[in-house]
């Protein structure tokens, strides 16, 4: 199995509101990634989990909040988002640091209103 | 930060034509990877090339990578129009850091 779920496909959310991204791997990988993609730009990283600790948060605003609750799973809390946060959200996934290839999920576009 | 730029920014080609993209780089590297997005999904990884090699092939793609100059070139032979995608250089840090840095990417568009 070398997919990456990611759900939901698509959210829209109001600025007031909270929701939640969602990220699986059974690939046994131990490093997971999330990063932001706006359109005709390339991804950019957002936090990065290892061995289920947060190893780098690439000074992402605190409406944007990770969690990691097992090596399989990678939450990404959104509260009170800004219209400028509309992006499409990518989770990734890589057996360890030293072996960096990427897998990546399908992502989740978001829109928020 | 990004640290690499590729060129061109946009390509069309003819199904059958070869298509070569350049990604250029700032800084050390230990390996530099290729990635392809279609349209609103995920990356796929494509190639890994690791900082003592040159060149590396896989099915139709061809990967150079040149540290003096820090610059690589993809080389996609007898192009389909399943090709038809954005791609992106991507280059580690430099360090033991989990951090991928990507390219600008190149847009290319095979025509059937």
């Known amino acids: 199995d070398t997919e990456v779920t990611q759900t939901p496909k698509h959210l829209v959310m109001g600025m007031t509101n909270k929701k939640s991204l969602k990220c699986e791997q059974h690939m046994g990988h131990r490093a997971m990634y999330w990063y932001k993609q706006k359109a005709k730009k390339p991804p950019e990283l957002m936090f990065v989990y290892s061995y289920e600790k947060l190893s780098i948060n690439e000074s992402v605003p605190s409406r944007f909040s990770p969690e990691c609750p097992n090596s399989s799973l990678l939450n990404l809390h959104l509260h009170a988002l800004q219209p400028e946060d509309s992006a499409l959200y990518l989770c990734?996934?890589?057996?360890?640091?030293?072996?960096?290839?990427?897998?990546f999920g399908a992502g989740t576009r978001l829109s928020v209103l | 930060s990004q640290q690499g730029e590729e060129d061109p920014q946009a390509l069309s080609i003819q199904e059958g034509e070869n298509a070569t993209m350049n990604c250029s780089y700032k800084?050390?590297?230990?390996?530099l990877q290729w990635y392809r997005q279609n349209s609103g999904r995920g990356l796929v990884h494509l190639i890994l090339i690791r900082s003592n090699e040159r060149e590396k092939h896989s099915g139709r793609l061809r990967v150079t990578l040149d540290t003096s100059k820090k610059s690589s070139s993809l080389l996609i032979t007898a192009s389909r129009a399943a090709d038809t995608a954005s791609y992106f250089c991507a280059t580690d840090a430099g360090d033991s850091s989990y951090k991928l840095i990507f390219g600008s990417g190149t847009r290319l568009l095979v025509r059937p």
């Open positions: 800084t050390s590297i230990n390996n």
């Open positions: 990734a996934s890589s057996l360890s640091a030293t072996r960096n290839i990427q897998y």
